[in-house]
């Protein structure tokens, strides 16, 4: 099993900054890839950014050159470096990780909102 709690949402004025936080534990060994997703209000939720247990990363076009995916130096945490933020990015943010050879496959944190606003 996978259990992920990501964190460090908040409210930050347009053209800010702001960095989640993802914390995995468990069968960390397990994960190919690490995301994270978003969903606004009345839209379906999206894939923002993905790495895999390479580090090789993409990145949706609304956020490419704007938004940094990265594993810290202990591999169980991720983070996403939000720069430039616009009032669109505004979401919940979640983290979630593929573990193919788990039972689950698919594990999601709890969500974290992201209010970009002046």
């Known amino acids: 099993q996978v259990q992920l709690v990501d964190s460090g949402g908040g409210l930050v004025q347009p053209g800010g900054s702001l960095r989640l936080s993802c914390a995995a534990s468990?069968?960390?060994?397990?994960?190919?890839?690490m995301n994270w997703y978003r969903q606004a209000p009345g839209k379906e939720r999206e894939l923002v950014a993905t790495i895999t247990s390479g580090d090789s990363t993409n990145y949706a076009d609304s956020v490419k050159g704007r938004f940094t995916v990265s594993r810290g130096n202990a591999r169980n945490t991720l983070f996403l470096e939000m720069n430039s933020l616009k009032p669109e990015d505004t979401a919940v943010y979640y983290c979630h990780a593929f573990a193919p050879f788990t039972t689950t496959r698919h594990c999601w944190g709890q969500g974290t909102q992201v209010t970009v606003s002046s």
């Open positions: 468990g069968s960390i060994f397990s994960i190919y890839a």
